[in-house]
């Protein structure tokens, strides 16, 4: 898969996904976005990848927002399509898993980027946050919805009004991301979370970020009953007969997706 603002690299089933505009900090713009809908497409149907890491290029930046270049000619017709807020929604809703391997500053539509996907790894260089009140708009990808799922709603909007940024240790603390490490051990610290993910049964990975999803959109008995439900199908799969079989005669399992 050859991009002109992505590099991509599939090892061990783990799709390795750059964003590759270091000159503007990897600045997101319609290009990177578009890129970023057809290499989603293509994994989506790829066997031969299980997982997807996103980071940016070099040390600096993970995404250091939208290109600003491109906002200044942003339309009201631009906010009610909203194409990057869509494009997370896509990642998001992503049925294998995502993890956003955080380099640096992840700010407005990078840091976006990150909450819509599954796992968030910071180097401890990173810093986070969500600026657009600078520029007299507001987070439009996701960002007030996300945050404050993720850190509550108090924290979250202290973040967006004063659009300050944060630590990696601070991210940690609040939630925002789910492990902290050196920069050069980044992108090996997220292939040995992916690599742990893909060893389980895929077919309850997907289910399992499906229900989680549901759930947060939806009161807790109606996620009880989606729960069950997919634990039922689950149930009744080739994997589950696989795991159970593989765990009591002491081997690995070797899982099919069915």
């Keep these: 898969m050859r991009y002109e603002t992505l590099l991509v690299e599939v090892t061990d089933r783990v799709a390795f996904v750059t964003i590759n505009r270091p000159d503007v900090r990897n600045a997101v713009s319609r290009e990177v976005q578009d890129d970023l809908r057809h290499l989603l497409a293509v994994a989506r149907d790829d066997d031969g990848i299980g997982a997807v890491v996103f980071t940016g290029a070099g040390e600096k930046a993970f995404i250091a927002g939208a290109d600003i270049a491109q906002l200044a000619d ?16 896509e990642i998001e809703a992503f049925e294998k898993p995502t993890i956003a391997a955080v ?8 840091c976006e980027l990150a909450m819509a996907c599954d796992i968030r790894i910071a180097s401890d260089n990173a810093r ?44 940690l603390a609040i939630g925002l991301v789910t492990s902290v ?7 090996a610290q997220a292939a040995e979370v992916a690599g742990q993910i893909l060893a389980k049964g895929p077919l309850a990975v997907r289910l399992a970020k499906l229900v989680v999803r549901s759930g947060m959109d939806a009161d807790q008995r109606t996620g009880l009953v989606v729960e069950r439900l997919a634990q039922a199908l689950l149930y009744t799969s080739d994997d589950k007969r696989e795991g159970t079989e593989a765990f009591l005669a002491k081997r690995t399992p070797a899982f099919t997706g069915s």
């Design 128 to 171: 986070f946050g969500l600026p657009e009140t600078n520029l007299a708009v507001l987070p439009g990808a996701g960002g007030t919805q996300r945050l404050a799922r993720l850190v509550g709603t108090g924290r979250a909007i202290e973040l967006i009004l004063t659009g300050r940024m944060v630590a990696a240790d601070e991210a």
């Design 103 to 110: 380099n640096g500053f992840a700010l407005g539509g990078g």
């Design 181 to 187: 490490v050196p920069p050069a051990g980044l992108l």
């Design 74 to 89: 942003y339309t009201l017709h631009t906010g009610l399509t909203s194409e990057m807020q869509r494009l997370y929604d």
